[in-house]
Each structure stands twice: as structure tokens, then as C-alpha cells.
Antibody, heavy 110, light 112 residues
Framework: VQLVESGGGLVQPGKSLKLSCSASGFTFSSYGMHWIRQAPGKGLDWVAYISSSSGTVYADAVKGRFTISRDNAKNTLYLQLNSLKSEDTAIYYCAEMGYWGQGVMVTVSS | DVVLTQTPVSLSVTLGDQASISCRSSQSLEYSDGYTYLEWYLQKPGQSPQLLIYEVSNRFSGVPDRFIGSGSGTDFTLKISRVEPEDLGVYYC?????????FGSGTKLEIK
């Protein structure tokens, strides 16, 4: 099983970014997937979940700004981040919970 | 939202001794299907988190039987018997019963 995140970087407040997570080694379409973040030096912060049937759940702090989605044909999970704030600065992990990616850094700063 | 309160915040343990971490929930974590979606994770220094325990007491693949999860309702415990050097890191409980899902604030395990 391998999960590889991409798409992170430095972005100004109020701007947007789209993260991707490429999955391999398991039947991606059969599993619910999460995005979890970790601000520098802080604990884990659950962000969003998408079920195998594409039902979604969001943390209050990101609801209305972030969108989780999946493309089962491409074995890829996405997180669209809009209206970014400085407090969104973190390492973003995709996870099936038994398996985690290495994370991708998102820095929101002017 | 469900709040998970982990205690202690940090723990210093002698190699070979037992460590115990508590996770208390602000609401019962038993779902309507009868399952309790309470998990434990370990984040070792510089690494991504790893799943140790799911559904309160089930060890994930490859997790040593030194890790024992227990509890029900709102009160859960992770016990680590015979602590080894590779057990150091931060332990988190996580609930996926109630929307939105939430993590505890973490317990840092140090080796004396």
C-alpha cells in the first residue's frame, strides 16, 4: 500500500490550492479516505472524510472552504482548499487510517 | 463536537515497565450499529502516524501484542506492557463515531 501526496506549497491568504493523493497497492474504490493535518509542533487535526460511495464529512474549521473528492478511475484522492487562512498552515496527510502518506506541507503566508 | 481528553499529557517510563494512557470522550462512542469507532495511533519522531488499535481493542496488522486497548462508552485505555525503545513518540486517540471525527490532544511517551 502506498499513498503519495502532492500539490502543497506556499500560498497567500485568501487564495486556493488543490492537494492530490495517489493511491496504490489496494482497491482504492472500496475504501473511505481521510485528510488529516498537523500544524508545526502541534497535534493531529482531522480535516475531512469521503466514503467509498463519495459521502463526505468535514471538520467545522474547514466546512464551506475545503472540498474532498475522489477519482476512482485514477486511484486519486483530492482536497480543494479555498479561502486559505494562516491557521491552515500544516502538513496535510491522506490516510485510509491503516495506511498514511508521508504528508505534504501547505504554508499560508503573505 | 466530541471532545477526547487524553491523560497524561506526557509519560516517562523505564524500559520494560508498563505505560497506560487514558482517553475520555464527551459522548458515548458506541455507534448505532453496535460498534465503537475508537482508534489509537502512534506518531514516532519525524514519521507519519501509524494505526495501533481500531474498534477499541483490535490490534492492526503487525502491531505487537504488548499494545492492549480496552474500554467502552466514554472511557478508554491504551496499555503498553514491557515498553521498548521503539515505543517512544506521541500517542493519539481518535473517534470516528460522531460527525465531525476528532483526535485527542496526544500523550508523549518518553523513555527514562
Amino acid at each position: 500500500v502506498q499513498l503519495v501526496e502532492s500539490g502543497g506549497g506556499l500560498v497567500q491568504p485568501g487564495k486556493s490550492l488543490k492537494l492530490s493523493c495517489s493511491a496504490s497497492g489496494f482497491t482504492f474504490s472500496s475504501y473511505g479516505m481521510h485528510w488529516i493535518r498537523q500544524a508545526p509542533g502541534k497535534g493531529l487535526d482531522w480535516v475531512a472524510y469521503i466514503s467509498s460511495s463519495s459521502g463526505t464529512v468535514y471538520a467545522d474549521a474547514v466546512k464551506g472552504r475545503f472540498t474532498i473528492s475522489r477519482d476512482n478511475a485514477k486511484n486519486t484522492l483530492y482536497l480543494q482548499l479555498n479561502s486559505l487562512k494562516s491557521e491552515d498552515t500544516a502538513i496535510y496527510y491522506c490516510a485510509e487510517m491503516g495506511y498514511w502518506g508521508q504528508g505534504v506541507m501547505v504554508t499560508v503566508s503573505s | 463536537d466530541v471532545v477526547l481528553t487524553q491523560t497524561p499529557v506526557s509519560l516517562s517510563v523505564t524500559l520494560g515497565d508498563q505505560a497506560s494512557i487514558s482517553c475520555r470522550s464527551s459522548q458515548s462512542l458506541e455507534y448505532s450499529d453496535g460498534y465503537t469507532y475508537l482508534e489509537w495511533y502512534l506518531q514516532k519522531p519525524g514519521q507519519s502516524p501509524q494505526l495501533l488499535i481500531y474498534e477499541v481493542s483490535n490490534r492492526f496488522s503487525g502491531v505487537p501484542d504488548r499494545f492492549i486497548g480496552s474500554g467502552s462508552g466514554t472511557d478508554f485505555t491504551l496499555k503498553i506492557s514491557r515498553v521498548e525503545p521503539e515505543d517512544l513518540g506521541v500517542y493519539y486517540c481518535f473517534q470516528a463515531t460522531h460527525d465531525p471525527f476528532t483526535f485527542g490532544s496526544g500523550t508523549k511517551l518518553e523513555i527514562k
